[in-house]
């Protein structure tokens, strides 16, 4: 019954996130209307679609060796080559599918059932994921406290409130038992041990803060693509703040395929940083746009994976 109920509180978390994201986009369009962004679509040639999958196959690359370094630090063998593959199936199921998390999901699952230990498939998904989100933040933060953004002036209170906080987690971690064998020691003594031996091993690290960096910058290249292909002018040192914020958007959860909050804050960034809200909707819809033919190797894994079959051997009989 339990377990149950929680399926049905998830069912109708997604649905609700599912229906913020269309409800946001559907406001968006409803301000700015749909001639910028047709426009933009319009201007999509074959040297835009080139660039979106050359650097879609550098960022996925990145992700996957990210993701081999970290499943090899908590103990489970993942191959490049099938992280490769994994990754690609995940960024177009993440880039079709309501919530743009479901790719990352199906490929926990999927290698911790392959490795037989779903436990340490999934947590090695989470944690390359955590990786990736803190590099992306701490990008962010450099820039944006270097270059003129929109968010500069509030970026020191912004700094001191999350190191308070963190300072709070970390006291609060110490203070809670982490012996015993109640579920919350448990927990904390395997995030330990994960962030000791999956992150920060000195054999995985240096890596990690590799991949991660060389994935920031496919992120930040293919936006650069987008706003470009829909003619903003802006000098890249205005607009990488700017596509820095989107990105940021991308990792909150109410988004149908990636599509949502990005494309709020592009517009609200484009327009306080003098642009217009129009020409950062267009360049985020673009963005999502060439995510989406970037990551179309990912259909064809997908498809190979559905239709392999067993071979059957044919039953012997005597005579």
Do not use: K
């Not at 912004?158 to 448990?186: E, I, Q």
């Amino acid at each position: 019954m339990a377990g149950g109920e929680r399926s049905r509180t998830s069912s109708r978390g997604a649905w609700l996130r599912t229906v913020g994201g269309l409800a946001l986009l559907g406001l968006l369009v409803w301000q700015v209307g749909s001639g910028p962004v047709l426009a933009g679509l319009r201007l999509i040639d074959a040297p835009v679609l080139a660039a979106a999958l050359g650097l879609g196959a550098l960022t996925t690359l990145c992700c996957a060796w990210r993701w081999s370094l970290v499943a090899g630090g908590l103990g489970v063998r993942l191959p490049l080559g099938t992280a490769v593959a994994h990754c690609y199936r995940a960024v177009f199921l993440n880039a079709t599918l309501p919530g743009g998390v479901l790719g990352d999901v199906h490929r926990a699952v999927r290698h911790g059932r392959d490795v037989g230990d779903l436990g340490r498939g999934v947590r090695a998904v989470v944690w390359e994921r955590v990786a990736g989100q803190v590099v992306l933040v701490a990008v962010a933060v450099l820039v944006l406290g270097t270059l003129p953004s929109p968010v500069r002036r509030f970026l020191p209170a912004a700094l001191v409130v999350s190191a308070l906080v963190l300072l709070g987690l970390v006291l609060l971690a110490r203070l809670l038992p982490r012996s015993g064998p109640s579920r919350w020691a448990r927990a904390v003594r395997a995030s330990v041990a994960d962030v000791r031996g999956g992150l920060l091993a000195g054999r995985t690290w240096p890596g990690v803060l590799v991949a991660s960096v060389l994935a920031v910058a496919g992120h930040l290249a293919t936006f650069l693509v987008a706003a470009r292909t829909v003619g903003a002018e802006a000098p890249l040192s205005r607009l990488v703040p700017l596509i820095l914020l989107a990105l940021l958007a991308m990792g909150l959860p109410l988004n149908v395929a990636g599509f949502g909050p990005r494309e709020g804050v592009a517009a609200w960034a484009f327009a306080a940083a003098g642009l217009s809200a129009a020409e950062g909707v267009a360049t985020a819809m673009v963005y999502g746009a060439l995510v989406l033919v970037s990551s179309l190797p990912g259909a064809a894994v997908l498809l190979a994976w559905r239709f392999r079959r067993p071979v059957l051997r044919e039953p012997v009989t005597d005579g």
